[in-house]
C-alpha cells in the first residue's frame, strides 16, 4: 500500500509540473511574460518542489521514478506540437537552443543518488540552482549594462553579481542550518561556493549550468566541507590564480577567454575533489581535445567546450555507477579517460602519411597505457591487454575514418571510450551479485 502511495505520488508530482506550466502560459497570454519569465517561472516552481523530495518521499526509488518520469515528459514537450504554441512553449519560446529542462530533471537525480541522504549535499545545490539562478536571469534581462561574450550570447555583471550575493547568503544559511561546520567555515566555504558557481554559470552554454552547478557543488562540497581553514583559504588563492593565468594564457593557445574560464573551472573541480593520480588522465583529455580542435577543426558549434561536457558528464556517470551497484568504478573512470585521450590523439595523426599516423598513434597509446597502469596499480591489476583492447577500440575508427568525425565528434569518441569500460563494470557487477 505504501509502495502504491508513493507511485500514485510521483505520478501526481508530474501532474503538477504540467499544471505549473499551464497555469505560467495562461499568466503570459494575460499579462504579456517574456519568454525568459516564463522559463524561470517553471524553473523556480519545479526547483523549490525538488527541495521538498528528501522529506516528501520516505524511499529512494519513487525519486528516481519521478525524474525519469520527467524526462520522459520533458522529451514530449520538445515536440513542435507542444513546444510552439502549447505548454511546452513556457520552456522552449526563448531563442537560443537549451537542454536546460532535460539537465535540471537529470541533474535532481543525480544529486539526490550521489547526496546518499545528506541533506546539506542535497538542498544546498538545488537551492542555488533554483534560486541563483533565477536571480541571475531576470536581474540580468531586467537591469543589466554592462555585458561579457560566451560562445552562445552574451550575459550581465549585473546578472552575476545577483548569482553570487543571493548564493552567498543561501550557502551561510543552508551550512548554518543543515551542517554542523565550524563557523569560520561556514564563511569560506560560503565564499568558495558563491564564487565558484558565479563562474560555472557565467560561463555555461546550451543550459549545461543546470546540470553542471549543483553537480559540481555536490562533489566540492562532500570532499572539502570538513576542511581546516587554512586549506579552503589555499583553494580560494589558488582558483584565482589559475582563472588569471588561463585568461592572459588563452590567445596564445588559440582558445577564447570563455573556453580557458571553462577548462580551468573544471580542472579546479578535479583538482579539489579527488588526489593527484586520479586527475592526470583526465586533464589529458582535455589537453588532446583542445590540441585536436585546434589542429583538425570540426563543424561542432561548440568544439572547445564540447570535450568539457563530455568528460564530467563521463566523471558523474561512473560515480552515479558507484552509488547504484557498490563496485568501485575508479578503474572504469579511468580506463575511460584513456580512451578519450587516445581518441582524441588518433585524431590528431589522422592527416598524417601512414607511416607515421600508425607510429604516432601506437607510440601514444603505449605511453598512455603505460601511464594508466602506473597511476592506477591496485585498480587496474595486471590486465594489460584488456587495457590495450580499450585503447584499440577508442583509437582504430578515429585513425581509420576521420571524416565520420566531423560531426558529434565528442560524443562519437566518448562513445567508443566507453564500450570496453562499461562491460567491465556490468561484468564486475554480475560476479558481485552472482549473476556469473
Given amino acids: 500500500m505504501v509502495a502504491l502511495l508513493q507511485i500514485a505520488l510521483a505520478v501526481g508530482s508530474v501532474v503538477v509540473l504540467l499544471g505549473l506550466m499551464a497555469v505560467v502560459k495562461r499568466s503570459a497570454n494575460a499579462y504579456g511574460l517574456s519568454p ?24 529512494r526509488w519513487p525519486v528516481y521514478m519521478l525524474v525519469g518520469l520527467t524526462l520522459a515528459v520533458m522529451l514530449v514537450l520538445r515536440m513542435p506540437r507542444f513546444s510552439k504554441g502549447g505548454i511546452g512553449a513556457t520552456l522552449h519560446a526563448v531563442e537560443r537552443r537549451s537542454y536546460g529542462d532535460l539537465l535540471l530533471a537529470l541533474a535532481v537525480g543525480v544529486v539526490f543518488l550521489l547526496a546518499d541522504g545528506s541533506l546539506i549535499l542535497y538542498v544546498l545545490p538545488i537551492a542555488i540552482l533554483t534560486l541563483s539562478d533565477a536571480a541571475a536571469a531576470l536581474t540580468g534581462s531586467r537591469y543589466g549594462t554592462r555585458f561579457f561574450k ?52 557565467a560561463d555555461s552554454w546550451r543550459g549545461f549550468d543546470n546540470f553542471f552547478l549543483p553537480a559540481g557543488l555536490m562533489v566540492f562540497l562532500d570532499a572539502r566541507m570538513e576542511s581546516d581553514p587554512a ?44 588526489t593527484l593520480p586520479n586527475i592526470i588522465l583526465p586533464l589529458l583529455v582535455f589537453v588532446t581535445h583542445a590540441v585536436s580542435c585546434r589542429l583538425r577543426p570540426c563543424r561542432a558549434v561548440y568544439p572547445e567546450l564540447d570535450g568539457v561536457a563530455a568528460m564530467a558528464l563521463v566523471s558523474f556517470g561512473w560515480l552515479a555507477s558507484e552509488q547504484i551497484t557498490g563496485n568501485n568504478a575508479l578503474t572504469q573512470y579511468g580506463l575511460t579517460a584513456m580512451g578519450m585521450s587516445v581518441g582524441f590523439a588518433a585524431l590528431i595523426v589522422a592527416g598524417w602519411p ?15 597505457v603505460w601511464l594508466y597502469h602506473a597511476l592506477m596499480p591496485f585498480n587496474a591489476g595486471g590486465w594489460v591487454w584488456f587495457t590495450l583492447a580499450a585503447a584499440a577500440v577508442a583509437a582504430l575508427p578515429p ?21 570496453l569500460p562499461v562491460v567491465a563494470s556490468l561484468w564486475a557487477m554480475g560476479i558481485s551479485k552472482g549473476w556469473l
Avoid at 47 to 52: K, S, V
Avoid at 155 to 165: L, P, Y
Wanted: charged share 10%; proline share 3%.
Fill in 36 to 59: 525568459e519569465v516564463q522559463r524561470k517561472l517553471v524553473h523556480i516552481g519545479s526547483g523549490c518542489y525538488a527541495l521538498t523530495l528528501p522529506w516528501l518521499f520516505p524511499e
Fill in 354 to 368: 601512414a607511416a607515421w599516423r600508425w607510429a604516432g598513434i601506437a607510440m601514444f597509446g603505449a605511453a598512455v
Fill in 399 to 419: 585513425l581509420m575514418l576521420p571524416n565520420q568525425f566531423q560531426t558529434a565528434r565528442t560524443a562519437k569518441v566518448s562513445a567508443l571510450a566507453l564500450v
Fill in 231 to 274: 586549506t579552503l583559504v589555499a583553494i580560494m588563492v589558488l582558483f584565482c590564480v589559475a582563472i588569471w593565468v588561463a585568461l592572459r594564457a588563452a590567445p596564445m593557445l588559440g582558445l577564447t577567454r570563455h573556453a580557458a574560464r571553462v577548462y580551468i573551472i573544471a580542472a579546479f573541480l578535479l583538482v579539489s575533489v579527488t
Fill in 150 to 201: 560566451v560562445e552562445d550570447g552574451q550575459k550581465s555583471v549585473e546578472g552575476s553579481v545577483a548569482f553570487f550575493m543571493v548564493t552567498l547568503i543561501v550557502a551561510m544559511v543552508c551550512l548554518l542550518l543543515l551542517s554542523d561546520v565550524p563557523r569560520a567555515n561556514v564563511i569560506l566555504l560560503a565564499v568558495i561556493v558563491a564564487g565558484f558557481g558565479t563562474l560555472v554559470e
